[in-house]
Nanobody, 127 residues
Framework: VQLQASGGGLVQAGGSLRLSCAVSGRTFSGYAMGWFRQAPGKEREFVAAISRSGGYITDYADSVKGRFTISRDNAKKTVYLQMNSLKPEDTAVYYC????????????????????WGQGTQVTVSS
């Protein structure tokens, strides 16, 4: 399984970006997916997650609730992260991750629960 994240860039505060993560593998619909981020000098942290199915249960870190939206397109084998009202503190490298063992409705919050990771895409928000 390989993950390819894209869509990062430089944006002014208040702006928007949409990150994409294309996933190889025949059973994408069986993977729970997540987004994490890592700012300079900080640990990688949970941002958002979506279940593999079951109505696509989602959850978000408190810091991004109401501003970010995670979604997936199983036909395109892609997971998205729509980021609105961006703030300078959102500046980080964003990583997508896949969990191949999650249950039907499961979402994961811990780095160690994910099996595969993308290479990361840089998001920089200027003030």
């Amino acid at each position: 399984v390989q993950l390819q994240a894209s869509g990062g860039g430089l944006v002014q505060a208040g702006g928007s970006l949409r990150l994409s993560c294309a996933v190889s593998g025949r059973t994408f619909s069986g993977y729970a997916m997540g987004w994490f981020r890592q700012a300079p000098g900080k640990e990688r942290e949970f941002v958002a997650a979506i279940s593999r199915s079951g109505g696509y249960i989602t959850d978000y870190a408190d810091s991004v609730k109401g501003r970010f939206t995670i979604s997936r397109d199983n036909a395109k084998k892609t997971v998205y992260l729509q980021m609105n009202s961006l703030k300078p503190e959102d500046t980080a490298v964003y990583y997508c991750a896949a969990d191949v063992t999650a249950g039907y409705y499961g979402i994961r919050y811990s780095l160690t629960e994910y099996d595969y990771w993308g290479q990361g895409t840089q998001v920089t928000v200027s003030s």
